[in-house]
């Protein structure tokens, strides 16, 4: 079966442009996250929803950063006004439940390198 | 807070030999650990995972890593190594919840 897809791959913008990033979860997947990498950094966890319910937003950096999961599948991670310091690796992952029992085996994509000029 | 210190950015070692990659954790909570494998332009996989069964825990590609509470240490080992196991792993810990916090990772370099 296919695994977690992102799009576009490769994104490059100007400072001060909008970009919106896609994650395609594994069908039937429940938990839906996403992560931020840096260059020659470990992942860093930006925001996760169960479903459509956004669970925990406490790594977005600031208001500029949102997401979305509307119908419960397909996701977006949305950048306004971009600035450099957002130029990173998006990287989304999902899991087949909620987390519920404490362990996450999470099935990442090979996410977005986002290049912000 | 929960985090995690992988101890050297690079690692290089001998085709053959042992590889070794440290991982200790900070948790407040018995933790979930996890060991992450990164190959060049691919995302990240899971190679083994530790939820609170057997101490010893065999991943994938002949790799295991052993949790020592008194430590707090999840060491990533392999007897001997490959080639093709040249890229870069995570350490990362995990709680009750969701979120998983990774290392900085290390980069393994294979010499021929």
């Known amino acids: 079966g296919a695994g977690v897809s992102q799009s576009p791959r490769y994104k490059v913008t100007k400072r001060g442009q909008d970009v919106a990033l896609r994650c395609d979860p594994i069908?039937?997947?429940?938990?839906l996250y996403w992560y931020r990498q840096a260059l020659g950094q470990g992942p860093e966890f930006l925001t996760y929803f169960n479903y459509e319910a956004q669970q925990d937003k406490s790594g977005l950096p600031n208001d500029r950063f949102s997401a979305e999961r509307p119908e419960g599948s397909i996701s977006t991670l949305t950048i306004q006004r971009t600035e450099q310091r957002d130029s990173a690796m998006y990287r989304c992952?999902?899991?087949?439940?909620?987390?519920?029992?404490?362990?996450?085996?999470?099935?990442f994509g090979p996410g977005t390198r986002l290049t912000v000029l | 807070a929960q985090s995690v210190t992988q101890l050297g950015s690079h690692v290089s070692v001998s085709e053959g030999a042992l590889v070794l990659l440290r991982c200790n954790y900070s948790?407040?909570?018995?933790?979930?650990l996890f060991w992450y494998v990164q190959y060049p332009n691919q995302g990240l996989q899971l190679l083994l995972k530790y939820t609170s069964a057997a101490t010893l825990v065999k991943g994938i590609n002949g790799f295991e890593a052993e949790f020592k509470k008194s430590e707090t240490s999840f060491h990533l080992t392999k007897p001997s190594a490959h080639m093709s196991d040249a890229a870069e792993y995570f350490c990362a810990v995990s709680d009750m919840g969701d979120k998983i916090i990774f290392g900085k990772g290390t980069r393994l370099h294979i010499l021929p």
């Open positions: 069908s039937g997947h429940v938990s």
């Open positions: 992952a999902s899991s087949p439940d909620g987390g519920t029992r404490g362990y996450n085996e999470q099935f």
């Open positions: 948790s407040s909570v018995p933790p979930y």
